[in-house]
Every structure is written in C-alpha cells, then in structure tokens.
C-alpha cells in the first residue's frame, strides 16, 4: 500500500509554486485584494471511472497515483498532491473530489482551466457540492482582525449570526502568538465565516513572504450542502 501522504518539497518544485506574496497567483496586482476558491469536495453519483474526473480538471492522468486507502465509505483513492479523487464507495455512491485549499493553489499553478471554467463544465454533469470555501486576502490594511473584534465587542455587528468566537494561538516555549481567528459560526454549520491574520500565521511557520507584503487578513466563508451549490453557481 502507498503512502497517503504526498512529498510537499517534490510537489513544489515541479509545479513551480511561487513564494507567498501579495501577488499569489502571477496576474494579480501588487496591494489588491485577491479572491480565491479556497476549498472544493463534490460528489459525481453518475460517474464511475475516476480517471472521467482527471479528465474533467484538465490534469495529466500521469500524475495521479492510485492508493488503497480511502474515505467517507469509498475504499480507494487517486491523488495528486492536494488533489483527491475516492472511489469503489457503496453503491451508487458514484466517485468524490476533494480539493484542500492547498490543492487548489496546485490546481491554479498546474491546471489549464480557471474555476469559472471548470464549474461550467460541472454543471450538466449529475453533480453535488458538500464543500465549497471561498477568501479574500486583504493586503491593503482594509481589514484589521483586532479592530474587528472591538466591533463585536462594542456592539457594531448586525448579522444572523447570533454569536462570534476568538481564538488565540500561542507557544508554549516564548508565549508569542501564533495566529487569532475571529469565527461567526460552528464548524458544523452550513455557513462559517472566519477572519485571521494569515501574515503572522505564515511567519510562525517560517514560510517565504515577499519583502513588500506588511499586512495578510484573510476572509474565509466556508460553505455546505446548498450553500455551497448556490455559490458554485455564481461562480
């Protein structure tokens, strides 16, 4: 049985990844705020082989390995990188990608279809979202994760959401912090919206960042079931 677990650096340097920055992808411009598909699991009921769904992302079918290990009820998956496709699941259960959000930042750099393209060529397929996540990286100051929770502090939200959670992570070794995440909803929810300082994450991690990038917040909506296929629309 191979390995579950794909070779991060090997990946990287074939697919050419470029260093964290504000520009990310190569065509966006410097101190813009970036959208991104950030997350993408989708279950094909009528499909059967999962070579069909390698086909459909537009990626080389020699990239993927086969393992025997799965899932969500499927045996046996293809992977490349960050990239899943499971199958041999119960009847019916058709074959199910998943794509982490570090799979669609592979996707982007290998794929020859942008996310507009490839959602359209879903859509007549027998199709269903269970996740879609969607961002925006903030590399203009616009939004501040401490201002925004002494506005839920102060009372200045109006949302359905009825509550919000702060997290902090911090080391034990030195006490500095690692990371603060301001939540509106639960992770189990069908919607779950998340603002965290993704520059002081990518340092505790000690990751590449361009010298011109000062200040990362990151929006992230987490979408489910409906929602999910709402926005797949839009998309």
Sequence with gaps: MQSDVPNNEKLDAELGTPPYSNRGAQNTEAHALRALV??????????????????????????????ENGKFGY???LRFGHIAIYFD???????F?????????EYEAFGAKTWSQLFSDILPMKYNFTRLDVAVDDFKGA???????????E???RSRFK??????????????????????????????????????????????????????????????KEHANAVALII
């Design 38 to 67: 950030d997350w993408v699991s989708c279950t094909f009921t009528t499909v059967q082989d999962a070579h069909e769904i390698i086909t459909l992302l537009d990626l080389p079918k020699d990239k993927f390995q086969e393992h």
């Design 75 to 77: 045996k046996s998956h």
């Design 89 to 95: 699941g119960p009847i019916d259960a058709g074959v």
């Design 97 to 105: 990608l998943d794509i982490s959000g570090q799979g669609c930042r």
């Design 143 to 153: 939004l501040s994760v401490p201002t925004l929770k002494r506005k839920v502090r």
């Design 155 to 157: 009372g200045a939200v």
């Design 163 to 224: 509550t919000s959670m702060e997290v902090r992570k911090t080391k034990v070794s030195d006490g500095s912090s690692t990371g603060e995440t301001l939540y509106f909803g639960s992770a189990q929810s069908r919607i779950q919206i998340r603002f965290y300082d993704k520059l002081l994450e990518q340092v505790s991690k000690n990751k590449k960042l361009n010298e011109d990038v000062d200040h990362w917040t990151r929006v992230e909506v987490q979408l489910r």
